[in-house]
Structure formats: C-alpha cells, structure tokens
C-alpha cells in the first residue's frame, strides 16, 4: 500500500483541521480528489501513505454496504473472537480501562495529548486493542486457516519489502527474518513483530506519542532470545554545548520528509528539531553531538568540519548538509 501513489491527506496543510471534525472514508478522499498522483502506481515506494488505506476503507464500505468499522467488526474481530478490539469511528465513548493519550512534554515530562476525531484515521489508525488480542492476530495470521492461502500470500507479500501493513527484512541483530509493524498517532504508538525462525511475538502498545516502541520491542526481543541490549545513557548538555549544535539542514528526496529543511534551535534550556511546516520534536542528550529524538526516537548527530563547525546532520540513516 505504499506503492499507490496518491498524495497524502497528511501532508496537506490543513490535515490538523481535518482530525477536529467527523469524518468518513468518502470525506478523506474527497481531501485528496483531484489532486495529482505522485508516482505511476507501483513504480515507487514511499514511506507513509495514509490516504491509500482511507481508499482502502472506502472500498470496503463499497462492496459490503456496511460502514468500515461494522464490515471490520463483523469480517474481522467477531470470527477471530477479538473481543477487546474495535474501530473508533467516533461512536465509542466509554469503554473501561480505556488509556488516556499523552505526549511528551521538554525532555522528560508529559502533558496529555490533544484530542482528535478517530474517524479521521479511518483505515490507517482508528483501530484500538489489547496486547493479548495483538498477538491473537498475529497467531491467526500466520498460524491459522484464518485466511485462504492466497489471501495470506497478499497481505504478507513483500516483494518490495512492505505488504499490507507489515514490513519484512532480515533482520540483522538477531540474523533472522522478522515481520514488524510500527505507527504512532496523537497520544498513542505501537509496535509489533513477529520472527517465524524462533516464532517470537513481541508486540508494545503505548499511551505516549513516541516512537520508543521499536527500540523498546527489540530490546525485549533480545532478552527473550538471550542476547544482550543496548541501555539509555542520557547525559546535561550545558547550553553552551547545546548552542554549537545550532543550525540549519537540508535533506534530499528520500529522506521522511522529501527535499525536507529542518532546524535544531534552542528552546528554554533544551535543543529541539523543528520540521516543515511548524511541527518540533525535543532533542535528548546522549553525549557532545549526539542526541535521540523524544517523538520519533530516531538518533541524530552533528558532523563538523576541522573548525568545529556543524557541516551536516545525520538523521537515522539520512543525512542533511548545512545551509549557512
């Protein structure tokens, strides 16, 4: 599904506007009608693209004559006895032990989350769950006769390593093959993978708009394997340390956010990231230049030249020149 080519509802500049209001499939894609495609369906792959599983959702409505949350109900969670999983069209308001979302607040603190209309996730993150009916699912996917065999070989065809939702690579820290899927939303994240070799299940659900979920599900795959994991080592960052970092990068078409500029500025007594168009994730300290981003948990570096200048930031595995 990251191979359609279609404009991405959240990259439109009023998508925050878009989560205040109810919403349907028809009312995402019609956000996005008329608008050009980016690619020839199939000929590239992007790394998100919510607005084809709001697509997806709306053919599903299509063809059962059921609203998405009811056909997903009904085709999904009633036959796989998911009977604590659902689909927040706006219709669910009370369900006990619901979690309440947070985001991070500076380096450490929290602050709760701002509320949005879950239909506006429709088909790529309305779905709510337990962490025992998660594996429950991974267990019919891959273990039941759930789905026809074809059916399964579709959802799990990663010829260009992304299927419906799920990624698959070999996995080089454990040297397996591993099936993983990661996603956050206001409030919320999660992360789940499963290895056929040792069929290890992990999955990590969060009630913290971070994306520490991945790092936190492969720590605790390693100690169910019995190999060792890395530990958190934050370090206080002086605000003259915190000041040479400061700077403006710019990163080309494949980074997350394509031919994106971003800036690490100072703010209070902290470093934070700002994105296109507005958006800014605090920056924790890990040592002299090195740093971990509190919302996508991803490490960032600083490279400079002989003079101790910042030439360059390297993001995961992208890197971003300066601009003076």
């Given amino acids: 599904m990251q191979r359609s080519g279609l404009p991405d509802i959240n990259g439109l500049p009023d998508y925050d506007e878009v989560l205040q ?6 009312s995402l894609i019609a956000k ?20 084809a599983y709001n697509l997806l959702a709306l053919i599903v409505e299509k063809e059962t004559g059921l609203p998405f949350a009811k056909a997903v109900e009904q085709s999904v969670f009633r036959p796989t006895v998911l009977n604590h999983s659902g689909l927040d069209d706006d219709s669910v308001y009370s369900i006990p032990q619901m979690a309440e979302g947070y985001k991070p607040e500076g380096a450490y603190g929290l602050k709760p989350a701002q509320a949005i209309h879950w239909s506006a996730k429709t088909g790529n993150g309305s779905a709510y769950t337990t962490v025992s009916d998660a594996a ?9 006769g759930f789905l026809s065999p074809a059916s399964r070989d579709l959802v799990l065809d990663t010829s260009s390593r992304v299927g419906y939702g799920w990624f698959r690579g070999h996995n080089k820290r454990f040297g397996e093959p591993a099936y993983y899927m990661n996603g956050r939303a206001p409030g919320f994240a999660s992360f789940v993978l499963y290895m056929p070799g040792p069929k290890l299940t992990v999955i990590v659900l969060s009630n913290i708009y971070s994306s520490s979920t991945t790092t936190i599900g492969y720590d605790l795959a390693a100690l169910s394997l019995g190999q060792r994991y890395q530990s958190l080592h934050t370090r206080k960052i002086g605000l003259a340390g915190l000041k040479r970092c400061v700077g403006t990068f710019h990163f080309g078409p494949d980074f997350y956010q394509a031919n994106a500029t971003v800036s690490l500025v100072l703010r209070g007594e902290g470093l934070v990231m700002r994105w296109p168009p507005g958006d800014s994730s605090v920056l924790i300290p890990l040592g002299n230049d090195r740093f971990v981003d509190r919302s996508y948990w991803t490490e960032v570096k600083v490279e400079r030249d002989p003079s101790e200048n910042p030439v360059a930031l390297i993001y995961d595995q992208f890197r971003g020149t300066v601009i003076h």
């Fill in 21 to 26: 209001h109810h919403q349907t499939p028809a």
């Fill in 32 to 51: 996005i009608q008329g608008k050009p495609i980016l690619f020839e369906p199939g000929s590239k792959y992007l790394h998100e693209e919510h607005s």
């Fill in 136 to 144: 429950r699912w991974v267990d019919m996917l891959f273990f039941s």
